[in-house]
Structures are given as structure tokens and as C-alpha cells.
């Protein structure tokens, strides 16, 4: 479990290191800055989250962290076009991917993950490879890794 507070602390530590210099940038120029950074932190974020464990509370604890790191990210954009989190996660994959772990990881059981699953598949917003998936359910302490697996014997398309 990622421990509290860290999210913040690194936003403000982010803040203090490219505040000067965003404000110096075009518009485009800041955003895409932001947009890097942001994926740099996503990529760190989730090979943290793989060396950990999870209990629900940690989960959710997990959730509002990534939550603060896309409202941290919102106001520091300039664009109306990326304001949205559906438009910040196309722009940056790796938080895209942070975001359906996230989802994944706060599922109430396994049934939940494969309608999660389906559904987001279905709407085209689904990046997680079934092996990523299982790795990931695995980190929960309630989630047994031979039932994960048993019930994600779905093919991948």
C-alpha cells in the first residue's frame, strides 16, 4: 500500500520543480510538459503498485491518490480540450493504464473484475493485458491467486 500522504507530498515536490518553468512556456508547450511529467510518475506509480499488497482499504486508499494526482494534473493544464479525464488519460497512456488499475484493484469481488473487464473492452478502454489483469487481481490479500485465475480463463481479443 502505497503510504498517505505520499501523493501529495510528490505533487507539491512536482509543483516546486516545474512551476518556474511552466510559467515560462507557451500554453502547448506547458501542457505537454505536465503531460510527460505525468507520465513518467504514472509508469513509477504502477511498478510500485506491482511490488505491493492490497487490502480493500488499501484499495480504496489507492483510489483517492490517483484521484488527487488527476485533479493535480487538471489544474495545471491550460487547454479546456484536456480538462476532462476521459481527453487527460487519451493524451497520457501510462495514467490511462494507472487509472483502469485503479478500477481494477478497487473491484468488490472477482465476478466485478470480468464485468469491469467486459464492459470497459466494450467501450474500447481497456489496455490491460489478461496476464497484467491477473498479476494485479493477485496484489489483493482477499483475492485468491488460483480463484483469479480460474475465473479470468477468458480470451483475450
Known amino acids: 500500500q502505497i503510504s498517505e500522504g505520499y501523493i501529495g507530498r510528490m505533487c507539491a515536490d512536482l509543483d516546486e520543480l516545474i512551476e518556474p518553468l511552466r510559467v515560462q512556456l507557451v500554453p502547448k508547450l506547458s501542457d505537454n510538459l505536465v503531460i510527460g511529467i505525468l ?3 504514472s509508469k513509477r506509480l504502477e511498478a510500485a503498485i506491482r511490488k505491493s499488497k492490497f487490502t480493500p482499504l488499501g484499495a480504496i486508499s489507492l483510489d483517492s491518490d490517483i484521484r ?3 485533479n493535480f494534473a487538471k489544474d495545471r493544464i491550460d487547454s479546456p480540450e484536456l480538462k476532462s479525464n ?3 488519460c ?4 501510462p495514467l490511462a493504464r494507472l487509472n483502469q488499475i485503479t478500477l481494477l484493484m478497487n ?4 465476478e466485478d473484475a470480468l464485468d469491469l473487464i467486459t464492459v470497459s473492452k466494450r ?4 489496455d490491460l493485458k489478461l496476464d497484467d489483469t491477473k498479476t494485479l487481481l493477485s496484489l489483493r490479500v482477499d483475492f485468491e491467486g488460483s480463484k483469479v485465475d ?8
Not at 123 to 126: A, T
Not at 150 to 157: A, G, V
Open 123 to 126: 467501450k474500447g478502454n481497456w
Open 90 to 93: 487519451k493524451a497520457c497512456p
Open 107 to 110: 473491484v468488490d469481488d472477482l
Open 150 to 157: 480460474d475465473l479470468l480463463q477468458i480470451e483475450e481479443e
Open 68 to 70: 488527487y494526482l488527476m
Open 39 to 41: 507520465g513518467g510518475v
Open 86 to 88: 476521459v481527453t487527460l
